[in-house]
């Protein structure tokens, strides 16, 4: 799925997630557990955990320019339950590295999933995203997605009790 996405934003090439991109991915996946905005999550595990966690059809990657074309974000999505009748509904997860954000490859990363999960028609996106997590609210919020609720008080992470904002994006095209 190599493609290029440029103009007013990085360039940056979104390819499928592979076992052998899983050290930079938890690279990326632990800077994000740093800022404590991210998620409730304090370690990012290992390969065996995450890809146990996310649905295989739907992971990607962002390399930046260059020669080396380093990864620089990752993106997937993960069943929000087991039961059939929610196989239409998926958690979205973005992750950039710090030196690549705010230059739109959380969006071009998002942007791609948001494709990938209509082509298997998947209806409904969600995520949930600390409210002092602003980035990613705005990336959110620009790609179609709606605060439905606040969930209040719902974990801790270092001691501290954390509301979280529940956003989903209804697709406009499956299950019209």
Same mark, same amino acid.
């Given at each position: 799925?190599?493609?290029?996405?440029?103009?007013?934003?990085?360039?940056?090439?979104?390819?499928?997630?592979?076992?052998?991109?899983?050290?930079?991915?938890?690279?990326?996946?632990?800077?994000?557990?740093?800022?404590?905005?991210?998620?409730?999550?304090?370690?990012?595990?290992?390969?065996?955990?995450?890809?146990?966690?996310?649905?295989?059809?739907?992971?990607?990657?962002?390399? /930046?320019?260059?020669?080396?074309? +380093? =990864? $620089?974000?990752? !993106?997937?999505? &993960?069943?929000?339950?087991?039961?059939?009748?929610?196989?239409?509904?998926?958690?979205?997860?973005?992750?950039?590295?710090?030196?690549?954000?705010?230059?739109?490859? /959380?969006?071009?990363?998002?942007? +791609? =999933? $948001?494709?990938? !999960?209509?082509? &298997?028609?998947?209806?409904?996106?969600?995520?949930?995203?600390?409210?002092?997590?602003?980035?990613?609210?705005?990336?959110?919020?620009?790609?179609?997605?709606?605060?439905?609720?606040?969930?209040?008080?719902?974990?801790?992470?270092?001691?501290?009790?954390?509301?979280?904002?529940?956003?989903?994006?209804?697709?406009?095209?499956?299950?019209?």
């Amino acid at each position: 799925m190599s493609q290029w996405r440029g103009s007013r934003r990085m360039k940056c090439s979104i390819e499928t997630l592979t076992p052998e991109d899983w050290g930079n991915v938890r690279s990326i996946y632990a800077e994000g557990i740093k800022t404590g905005c991210a998620t409730f999550e304090t370690d990012p595990g290992t390969w065996e955990t995450w890809n146990a966690a996310h649905l295989p059809a739907h992971r990607f990657v962002a390399r /930046g320019g260059g020669p080396a074309a +380093a =990864l $620089i974000g990752w !993106a997937a999505l &993960a069943p929000v339950s087991s039961r059939r009748v929610y196989a239409g509904v998926a958690e979205v997860s973005v992750y950039v590295a710090s030196v690549s954000q705010g230059k739109g490859v /959380g969006r071009s990363l998002l942007e +791609a =999933l $948001i494709a990938s !999960a209509e082509e &298997a028609g998947i209806w409904t996106l969600q995520a949930m995203i600390f409210p002092e997590n602003v980035a990613s609210l705005k990336l959110h919020f620009a790609c179609g997605f709606r605060e439905v609720g606040r969930r209040e008080k719902l974990g801790k992470l270092d001691d501290k009790w954390h509301d979280v904002l529940l956003l989903e994006r209804r697709s406009k095209v499956v299950a019209d």
